[in-house]
């Protein structure tokens, strides 16, 4: 039996909490290695390194590099996904919304889903043409969740009426803040999504 094949038959298999947990570590650890040196130049050993594999093991957990590549991407945008909406369901008011989507994106961004979220921006170009319509459907469903705030604000006069460019530029202007927002600057994220946010409200 070739190993593509038992790789398809564990997939019939589900997954103990142990192996959960053993996939999960690694997914964590190739966001790293992926944001820090690049999908290119990481290779199978360095991941097993990482999590004290054998490089032949890593493919009980992942069929090839690129599935771990799109597990990482999955994972970003799936918990700021989450995150997100839980943060919707809780505001009492259009603006608190609109600070949910400043305040979650940057925590995601710039704590502890960075890696991932780095990897989907700067390593898209990485990706198979076949796998990227799963990815598109995650980052769509993300961005649904702004664009129905945003509407809502422009209809409450919050935000200008064109909010499919607005969308754009917001969520632009955030991922850029990876290259040079500091911990140890003088804005922790919580302000820098306050004043983001300023920037963007009609009469504030």
């Not at 032949?56 to 090839?64: A, E, Q």
């Not at 009426?161 to 850029?176: C, E, I, M």
């Amino acid at each position: 039996m070739t190993r593509k094949t038992e790789n398809m038959n564990r997939k019939d298999i589900p997954a103990t909490p142990e192996e959960n947990s053993r996939r999960m570590e690694l997914v964590r650890a190739a966001a790293r290695l992926f944001r820090d040196q690049g999908y290119e130049r990481t290779t199978v050993r360095d991941l097993g390194n990482a999590v004290g594999l054998q490089s032949g093991s890593l493919f009980y957990h992942f069929r090839t590099k690129e599935e771990i590549l799109v597990a990482v991407m999955a994972l970003g945008i799936t918990a700021t996904t989450e995150q997100l909406a839980s943060a919707l369901a809780s505001a009492t008011d259009t603006r608190s919304k609109l600070a949910a989507l400043f305040r979650v994106h940057l925590h995601s961004l710039l704590g502890d889903n960075q890696a991932a979220l780095e990897v989907m921006l700067y390593e898209w170009r990485s990706v198979s043409p076949a796998a990227k319509p799963g990815l598109i459907v995650l980052r769509d469903r993300y961005e649904a969740l702004w664009q129905q705030v945003l509407d809502q604000a422009a209809s409450e006069g919050l935000v200008k009426n064109d909010t499919r460019l607005l969308r754009r530029t917001l969520l632009g202007s955030l991922h850029w803040t990876v290259q040079w927002y500091r911990n140890d600057g003088e804005l922790s994220v919580a302000q820098l999504a306050e004043r983001m946010l300023a920037l963007v409200l009609r009469g504030e």
